[in-house]
């Protein structure tokens, strides 16, 4: 079993930034990609950003050239930078992981609240 634990949100008015953090433990030696989630009120989780083991990256269109994902593989941490913040962006972000050569997310951690004022 793998175990994800995210930190770094809050509340940060528009225009602010933010980064959040997610520290993974356990079973972590066949871990490949990790990415973040969002959900907000009332809406479906999407993805808003994932990072491979090797450092490729993908992002949702609605965060490129305001977020960036990285990782540190010796600290089996991933981040999420996150400036120019809109308050669309509220929502509960999620971190995951996958198993190299699974296609589906199947380690999730359990949330931290991102709230963005105007």
């Known amino acids: 079993q793998v175990q994800l634990v995210e930190s770094g949100g809050g509340w940060v008015q528009a225009g602010g930034s933010l980064r959040l953090s997610c520290v993974a433990s356990?079973?972590?030696?066949?871990?490949?990609?990790m990415g973040w989630y969002r959900q907000a009120p009332g809406k479906q989780r999407d993805m808003v950003a994932s990072?491979?083991?090797?450092?490729?990256?993908v992002y949702a269109d609605s965060v490129k050239g305001r977020f960036t994902i990285s990782r540190d593989n010796a600290l089996n941490t991933v981040y999420l930078q996150m400036n120019s913040l809109k308050p669309e962006d509220t929502a509960v972000y999620y971190c995951?992981?996958?198993?190299?050569?699974?296609?589906?997310?199947?380690?999730w951690g359990q949330g931290t609240k991102v709230t963005v004022s105007s």
């Open positions: 356990g079973s972590i030696a066949r871990i490949n990609n």
């Open positions: 990072i491979s083991k090797a450092g490729y990256t």
């Open positions: 995951a992981a996958r198993n190299l050569g699974v296609p589906e997310y199947d380690y």
